[in-house]
């Protein structure tokens, strides 16, 4: 039997996946949490063959969150869970050790196929968002946006979907003068004036959809 562990925040996404958890003949959840803190408390003492991972948790970033699995739970594959499609962010997912990569928007079938195949140690991805990762590399033509470093990507995520400093600052636990940094590096290395540019530069990429 296929052990999971699922971390996301919302209550009502935790109990929509152990629903489709449970109709699964070969898989149960094992255990679940709401937060980063939590899960790595909780999943210690937990013994689980995969983790789910809701990529937006209120008190850290995905990326972050997947490079502290790495570290204390590295012989156990993440799947990432998530709202955005963005093939940026499925890359990013992998490089910090992501296992597989899902939208929320998937079938049940999809899930549990995807949730077999990383415990079998293999990776997952979409076949619609495998197309998009094809056709980048095919291209192979790098946007502006492919040159920022992780943190300045979280930064840009977040100013595009209309967060201010202070908002960001709170969110991951740095000082605003350190977000201000990251925001200046990242308007200039996308030689991009304001907050304005930087949300229409988001909107016509499709980013963070």
């Known amino acids: 039997m296929i052990k999971v562990f699922i971390v996301d925040d919302h209550a009502i996404i935790r109990r929509g996946l152990k629903q489709i958890i449970a109709d699964a003949t070969d ?3 094992a255990g679940e949490a709401p937060s980063i803190s939590k899960a790595l408390e909780q999943s210690r003492y937990c013994e689980c063959d995969v983790i789910v991972l809701g990529f937006s ?5 995905g990326l972050d969150v997947l490079k502290g699995f790495r570290h204390e ?3 156990r594959p993440v799947l ?3 709202m955005y499609p963005e093939e940026q962010i499925a890359i990013r997912a992998f490089k910090a050790g992501a296992a597989g990569y899902l939208t929320k928007e998937c079938s049940p079938e999809e899930l549990i196929y995807a949730l077999r195949k990383v415990a079998d140690g293999g990776k997952y991805v979409s076949p619609v968002l495998a197309e998009r990762l094809a056709s980048r590399v095919a291209h192979h033509e ?3 946006h492919e040159f920022l470093s992780d943190r300045e990507y979280q930064v840009l995520h977040f100013l595009a979907t209309g967060k201010t400093v202070s908002e960001i600052a709170r969110q991951l636990t740095l000082s605003v003068k350190t977000i201000s940094t ?3 590096r990242l308007l200039e ?3 991009l004036r304001n907050n304005a540019e930087l949300m229409r530069y988001a909107l016509t990429n499709r980013l963070f959809e």
């Open 27 to 29: 898989m149960f959840v």
């Open 57 to 61: 948790l209120p008190d850290r970033s």
């Open 73 to 75: 739970q590295a012989n």
């Open 80 to 82: 990432v869970l998530t």
């Open 142 to 144: 790098k946007l502006p």
């Open 182 to 184: 990251y925001r200046a």
């Open 189 to 191: 290395k996308m030689s």
